[in-house]
């Protein structure tokens, strides 16, 4: 499509956003009322494109590229909408990229560190809108659960530049897999959770506001990270371990201040790391949970083979 033909796909992107947020004296906000909802909607983000980053034809970027012309158009009528992207954008500053990773467990466990010397003064902030580990069918056996883990940790380090995340995609049919893998499974009568959907709850029930500045000796295979709530003084402490030995990781959080000597540890049970849950053997692999003391300061903690474990303090 020529450039110049964008016009109309444009005003369609304002009607639709229209139709979502405003209100009933405009013409699709009334449409909506019509449609039944009165009330309007609040858009926050809107994104632009979808991987451009595989179009090679270089129409997307540039001044007069298919992002401009979008991103000119709404920045123009709602300001406010903050604008996202999935391909590196010259011409207009992105507000969001969107960041998209189907990889490997051995990808994932290696690349925990992918956002630590990211940015911190790019106006362009990162949301990893879609990714996965990569294993096991219909859904994730242990190794991937133990690939995402890595990754989520990376994450929450540097959740200062990294906004949001949203694991892709979510429920399969048993009997009608097109893509794999994927968080819960189910047929007519039953469902089950992967042992990644596990790790997602996990880490998304035990994570701070603040991350802390905590250091680590006695392994280098074990991928961390460290975070408080500021509200409840609760203090979370991740650890990976993608190995198939146990190891023993020595933390230091001097800098911290008064810690609770107990706490709970929450692990992902180990095992093989090709296991799995299935419909038939639904709960195969799940989480644990089991009370700790004598923590201080500067305090070690051995983890099993190919486990995630959560501490909670406080």
Request: glycine share 6%; hydrophobic share 35%; proline share 6%.
């Amino acid at each position: 499509m020529d450039l110049a033909d964008l016009g109309p796909y444009v005003q369609d992107a304002l009607g639709e956003i229209e139709y979502a947020t405003g209100s009933t004296s405009t013409t699709w906000g009334a449409r909506r009322a019509a449609d039944g909802h009165p009330a309007p909607f609040a858009i926050n983000y809107v994104e632009i494109d979808n991987e451009d980053f595989f179009d090679k034809s270089g129409s997307h970027d540039g001044d007069n590229g298919r992002f401009a012309q979008f991103y000119d158009a709404i920045k123009a009528k709602y300001p406010s909408i903050k604008i996202m992207s999935t391909a590196k954008v010259t011409a207009r500053t992105a507000d969001v990229q969107d960041d998209h990773y189907y990889q490997n467990a051995a990808w994932m466990n290696t690349h925990s560190s992918f956002y630590d010397n990211a940015s911190r003064t790019s106006p362009t902030k990162i949301m990893v809108g879609e990714w996965a580990t990569r294993e096991g069918s219909p859904t994730p056996n242990l190794n991937a659960a133990i690939g995402d883990a890595s990754w989520l940790a990376g994450m929450l380090r540097n959740s200062d530049v990294v906004t949001h995340e949203a694991y892709a995609p979510l429920l399969v049919n048993v009997n009608n897999t097109t893509w794999t893998p994927d968080l819960i499974d189910f047929n007519a009568p039953t469902s089950y959770n992967s042992p990644a959907y596990y790790v997602q709850k996990m880490l998304a029930d035990a994570h701070g506001n603040q991350v802390l500045p905590a250091s680590y000796t006695g392994t280098s295979t074990v991928n961390t990270v460290v975070t408080k709530d500021s509200a409840t003084g609760k203090i979370y402490f991740t650890l990976v371990n993608p190995s198939s030995a146990a190891q023993v990781v020595n933390i230091n959080l001097s800098g911290a201040g008064s810690l609770p000597a107990t706490g709970t540890a929450t692990t992902l049970s180990p095992a093989s790391p090709t296991d799995t849950n299935t419909i038939t053997d639904p709960d195969k692999i799940t989480p644990t949970t089991t009370p700790i003391s004598g923590v201080s300061a500067a305090f070690a903690r051995s983890v099993p083979a190919y486990s995630v474990t959560v501490l909670t303090l406080g």
